[in-house]
């Protein structure tokens, strides 16, 4: 069974803090991406990475980038965070056209 | 940006009721997923409709791909506590990533 593992499930951070949210998935996927999600607007793609080393925006991504040195591990950075980042996000991976495995969240509180 | 909508937002039912959940967009897609969300967890993939007019059936949830692939249902029969979760409609258009809808926040009463 696929495993998609996020490191924290919650944080709690201070407005101009350098956060990081790392996911580690461990099936070998090709596809990474990272999602906000919030009360009724669903989930939002801030980017994706589809090889080591290569990203691309998603439809989010202002505020945030990401970084993919392995292919098993893909880092959401918030380089100042703000009060307007507070949300859960979610990390995913696939490979190819399979279903989005998910991990449980990070649920991230800045103050 | 594709958008989907979801409809209702909110819905508390009893016990053995049917609901439906409808996922809305002026956009074609190539195909789509319905995932239901649990506290706590992350979405779990429910299914997937690739072609127009399409019907899948999981037990007691039926999912329909509309004709022209711009919209689907999911309806649920005689609802348990168990079916409690948000759920959650999203699309592919063929680029790498899915457009998720607002989602559905379902509570069955026992």
């Known amino acids: 069974d696929v495993k998609v593992t996020q490191s924290s499930r919650y944080l709690v951070k201070r407005t101009g803090e350098k956060v990081f949210l790392e996911c580690v998935q461990d099936m070998d996927h090709e596809n990474m991406f990272w999602y906000r999600q919030d009360p009724g607007l669903g989930l939002r793609l801030i980017y994706f990475?589809?090889?080591?080393?290569?990203?691309e925006k998603g439809d989010i991504p202002e505020g945030y980038s990401v970084s993919r040195e392995k292919k098993e591990r893909f880092s959401l950075i918030l380089e100042s965070a703000s009060t307007n980042q507070t949300s859960m996000y979610l990390c995913?991976?696939?490979?190819?056209?399979?279903?989005?495995?998910f991990g449980n969240g990070t649920r991230l509180t800045v103050t | 940006t594709q958008l989907l909508e979801q409809s209702p937002q909110f819905l508390s039912i009893q016990e053995g009721e049917n609901l439906t959940v409808y996922c809305n967009s002026s956009?074609?897609?190539?195909?789509l997923q319905w995932y239901r969300q649990e506290p706590g967890e992350g979405p779990v993939l429910l299914v997937t409709v690739v072609t127009g007019g399409e019907v899948k059936k999981l037990k007691r949830l039926t999912f329909q791909f509309g004709d022209a692939r711009k919209d689907s249902s999911l309806h649920i029969t005689a609802a348990q506590p168990g079916d409690t979760g948000l759920y959650l409609c999203?699309?592919?258009?063929?680029?790498?990533?899915?457009?998720f809808g607002s989602g559905t926040r379902l509570q069955v009463q026992p």
């Open positions: 990475s589809y090889d080591v080393k290569m990203k």
């Open positions: 995913a991976s696939t490979k190819g056209t399979s279903p989005l495995h």
């Open positions: 956009s074609v897609f190539s195909s």
């Open positions: 999203a699309g592919g258009t063929g680029r790498r990533a899915l457009t």
